[in-house]
């Protein structure tokens, strides 16, 4: 179970229902639900993580090529939409 993500707390429950409960179905489901709604929220997560750091990359290298023909500029990156500094390393 812990290779599907389960904690440690988790997996003792599940444990527990099945030596002290014949009818436990619907209370594993019930927890199996709870998790994949837990995964999907975090797959949900990632997802955006992913796109905002394609997005940065995305900047740096258009910089670095710039770097290439014209003076070098402030990083992107470490520049926040608004002009402020950021204080993620590039």
Do not use: W, Y
């Not at 997560?45 to 014209?70: G, I, P, S, V, W």
């Amino acid at each position: 179970m812990q290779g599907l993500g389960f904690s440690l707390t988790e997996i003792r429950q599940l444990l527990e229902l099945r030596e002290h409960h014949l009818g436990a179905c619907l209370e594993v489901r019930d927890l199996l639900n709870a998790k994949l709604k837990k995964v999907h929220s975090k797959l949900q997560e990632l997802q955006q993580l992913e796109r905002e750091l394609a997005l940065d990359l995305h900047k740096c290298n258009r910089e670095l090529r710039h770097r290439q023909r014209h003076t070098l500029r402030e990083c992107p990156i470490l520049i926040g939409a608004n002009g402020e500094k950021r204080e993620v390393p590039c």
